[in-house]
């Protein structure tokens, strides 16, 4: 057991390496888009009254123009409606075009599909209310489309960190995940992305029927869509843009936390796919590894070294990796958090797991029952 651990820990550090490797590589350069076509932003919301009013200054600072922002009421049921369209009516611009639009049906894919219709530009991108959008965002991430062979477009996403230890978790957490996405973007096999910050060609979207297959599911409109369009076109029409990033809003509490992120897992077995399988299956079962490496505590000394070296390594090789990731972005955690969130990680991450097999998530008023 011994020589197991020591050779687990090893195999995990390299692995890490590998994949901080691959962020590593120089990002594929695209010429500019030059046609001055419209181009539509999809923004699907529910019961985001608290977050609507900080986004109309990002949108209409946004440079790209003409542009085209199709709001999609999912149900909310607060008053971030009456907010937008008091918003919509006080513009002026000619050349932003706000729309406000109730879903047709229920849950997020929904309220896409409604969107779509209503959308005028041949490229579109897709964010959430609650995200943070850079100035030159929508000339990033419309840059691949001058390929002719390029689909579809996904971006880095990270909650705000800096404050405890709460946020700082999910900003390491969320780094091992953009380290991940990028990985299978890069060894051309991608497995996931995020809708709030993907970009697409209308004509693929409706070639590959949306939405079509999987809209039973109350999560997954961003990794579903990205499976139909490397299955239609080939791995080599998606792309992971590294240098285009948004920021979200941190999860305000355990709860909210653990409902996300069981929501997410609970899709493991839907994609019907080795590949996802195995990127939902192993992270589990590594964790229960280091979980069950408390055991060599009760194999006297030769037990307690082989336990400290597997910990000491292992938040070393996250440190040094997760660590790259948000200095990418100019993210500098101080070295406690990574500390914390090598420990905490394994209990969260088997937590999660076991919520998903067994325990019914909620989200936004949504259950796992529910539509999506």
Request: net charge neutral.
């Amino acid at each position: 057991m011994l020589t197991f651990y020591l050779l687990f820990v090893i195999v995990y550090g390299l692995l890490l390496l590998l994949l901080g490797k691959t962020w590593k590589q120089k990002p594929q350069i695209f010429p500019e888009y030059r046609e001055s076509e419209l181009v539509t932003i999809l923004i699907p919301y529910r019961n985001e009254e608290q977050n609507i009013p900080a986004l109309f200054g990002q949108l209409s600072g946004l440079s790209h123009r003409p542009l085209q922002v199709v709001f999609i009421n999912d149900h909310s049921e607060d008053g971030g409606k009456k907010k937008l369209d008091e918003w919509i009516e006080s513009l002026s611009e000619e050349q932003l075009d706000i729309i406000s639009l109730e879903s047709e049906g229920e849950g997020k894919k929904a309220a896409l599909k409604t969107g779509i219709k209503k959308a005028f530009g041949s490229l579109v991108l897709t964010t959430d209310a609650d995200c943070f959008l850079p100035k030159d965002w929508v000339e990033k991430m419309i840059r691949p489309f001058s390929d002719e062979s390029i689909k579809m477009v996904a971006g880095p996403v990270l909650p705000k960190g800096d404050i405890g230890f709460f946020q700082n978790f999910q900003q390491i957490e969320w780094a091992s995940i953009l380290l991940v996405t990028q990985a299978g973007f890069y060894f051309q096999s991608p497995i996931m992305c995020s809708a709030a910050n993907m970009a697409y060609r209308k004509s693929a979207f409706l070639e590959v029927e949306g939405y079509h297959g999987n809209e039973g599911l109350l999560s997954g409109d961003d990794e579903f869509l990205l499976k139909k369009m490397v299955h239609k076109f080939g791995p080599e029409s998606v792309v992971y843009l590294q240098e285009s990033l948004v920021y979200t809003q941190p999860q305000g509490s355990l709860k909210a936390l653990f409902s996300q992120r069981i929501r997410w897992a609970s899709k493991w077995n839907s994609h019907k796919s080795l590949s996802h399988a195995l990127a939902s299956v192993l992270p589990a079962a590594v964790q229960v590894a280091f979980l069950w490496s408390f055991s060599l505590l009760f194999m006297g000394n030769p037990g307690m070294l082989v336990f400290a070296a597997v910990w000491i390594l292992k938040i070393y090789f996250e440190t040094k990796s997760l660590g790259n990731v948000l200095r990418s972005f100019e993210i500098r955690p101080h070295w406690i958090w990574f500390l914390f969130t090598g420990i905490v990680h394994p209990v969260y991450v088997l937590v999660s797991a076991l919520g998903a097999l067994f325990v019914k998530f909620e989200w936004k008023g949504r259950y796992s029952s529910g539509k999506g």
